[in-house]
Nanobody
């Protein structure tokens, strides 16, 4: 059973930084596609970042240049470094995993089978 656990959320002022972690177990971590998504109150789940099958990171336009996704295959953990945070970044952030599928969009949350419980990020103005 694949298990994902996020941590690192919290309250931060605008312009500040946070680093989220997603610890995983129950699967061959290095071969899975990993992504981060977020959901703000009253809004739909939004793609944030993911790794492509080639291992390259991809980002939503709204976070490009501010957020960095990384992974440590020795620790079965994926990270999301968030810098220059804005109030509009406030949301519940969740990591997600799926087996790699050629040609499948990375941004569609419905394509990911496994999800963590989420961690709240609140950015005050």
């Amino acid at each position: 059973q694949v298990h994902l656990v996020e941590s690192g959320g919290g309250l931060v002022q605008a312009g500040g930084s946070l680093r989220l972690s997603c610890a995983t177990s129950g699967h061959t971590f290095s071969s899975y596609t990993m992504g981060w998504f977020r959901q703000a109150p009253g809004k739909e789940t939004e793609f944030v970042a993911a790794f492509t099958r080639s291992g390259s990171p991809i980002y939503a336009d709204s976070v490009e240049g501010r957020f960095t996704i990384s992974r440590d295959n020795t620790k079965n953990t994926v990270y999301l470094q968030m810098n220059t945070l804005k109030p509009e970044d406030t949301a519940v952030y969740s990591c997600a995993a799926r087996q790699p599928v050629p040609g499948l969009s990375y941004g569609g949350h419905w394509t990911y089978k496994y999800w963590g419980q989420g961690t709240q990020v609140t950015v005050s103005s």
